[in-house]
């Protein structure tokens, strides 16, 4: 599966391409804006999931760091045009798009990166009888899923 552009408007139309080299560059701008150093590094999964629980259960705007980093990361730049980090909120403040449509685009492009990479590691068949059978009726959790010790 291929994964496409996607169009949106922000100071004009333009493209983003939310794929895994945006999602490491958008990884590594989140962290640096918020002062993580390599052992406080948080991952674009988690901030992902966390955020868009966040929009989808409370109501939460996408936290600015990590819409800007996005956009930044996944925009497809014209031939020789350099955008920085900090142009994205120019851009932002030009645009007549809501900040939630923008973020759910974002999300889209995310899913379709991070769903392929998902399903390449499906290939795996499982017997349901086998996984009945491993499953720990104290835990819920298969038997390889846990160590096995004795928390008395």
């Given amino acids: 599966m291929l994964i496409e552009p996607i ?8 493209k983003i391409l939310v794929n895994h080299a945006a999602l490491f560059r958008a990884e590594g701008e989140v962290n640096r804006v918020r002062g993580n150093n ?7 999964d988690y901030l992902m999931v966390n955020a868009f629980n966040a ?3 409370m109501g939460a705007p ?5 819409l800007a980093a996005l956009l930044w990361a996944s925009l497809v730049r014209e031939p020789k045009e350099e955008i920085a980090f900090d142009d994205i909120f120019g851009m932002l403040d030009k645009s007549q798009t809501a900040t939630n449509d923008l973020a759910v685009a974002l999300w889209q492009g995310y899913v379709a990166t991070a769903g392929k990479s998902l399903k390449q590691g499906e290939s795996k068949e499982v017997d349901p009888d086998q996984e009945k059978k ?3 009726p104290e835990t819920g959790f298969g038997s ?3 160590p ?3 928390l008395q």
């Fill in 55 to 57: 929009m989808t259960f």
């Fill in 144 to 146: 390889s899923a846990l």
């Fill in 134 to 136: 491993t499953v720990s």
């Fill in 148 to 150: 096995s010790r004795n």
């Fill in 38 to 44: 390599a052992f406080g590094r948080v991952s674009i």
């Fill in 7 to 14: 169009e949106i408007l922000l100071d004009k139309p333009r």
């Fill in 62 to 66: 996408l936290p600015l760091d990590l």
